[in-house]
């Protein structure tokens, strides 16, 4: 059983501490988000720590029909030792394993069967973190619903999206190459 005394808050999903600050909107099993967020250790290398902060939310998309016990897990990583590094390690075994965790086109496949309970074990297998337990802090609710409120005011509707500084920035996009984001977010 995990220690979650140690550590009972959400841990904010932010790194570096810089002036300009970069928020990436995603959907844990969208892949373009996943694209997206395996750029985000090569930014923070390149732009440096003491430059930029990089702050990760969900937006939670009812297509991806797991996308609410996936986030509400993530958030739950967040609150055990190593908080957020722990909820990146779940989030990125997720993106290696996306289709684990995806239905096929949205509405088929062998995730029709699938429970709640069988994509929180495929994330404890995949991550090596145990999440029962956390997923089932009632305090998860809050968070998660401020990460839907946050993105509503600032207009959010699809995944990825990128704000730079508080304001939207339709150029920045997934596809795009680190530089190319630095150029943007510097600009």
Known sequence: MPDISASPHVDPLVWGHGPRLFEIFVEPTCPFSVRALGKLDALLRQVGEERITVRILFQSQPWHMFS???VRAILAASTLKGGKETARR??????AHREEFEFTNHCAGPNMDATPNDI?????QYSGVALEEAFA???LQS????H???????????SPTF?????????????????????????
Not at 148 to 158: D, E, L, T, W
Not at 165 to 170: A, E, M, R, T, Y
């Open 137 to 139: 802090l009632p305090d």
């Open 143 to 146: 968070a998660i619903k401020w």
């Open 148 to 158: 839907c409120k946050y993105a509503r005011q600032n207009g959010i509707h699809v």
């Open 68 to 70: 609410g016990v996936i």
């Open 120 to 124: 929180i074990r495929r994330m404890e």
């Open 90 to 95: 779940v989030m990125d075994a997720v993106g």
């Open 163 to 187: 704000m730079v500084d508080g304001l939207i920035d339709p150029a920045i996009s997934s596809g795009d190459s680190v530089d190319a984001w630095i150029e943007r977010i510097f600009s």
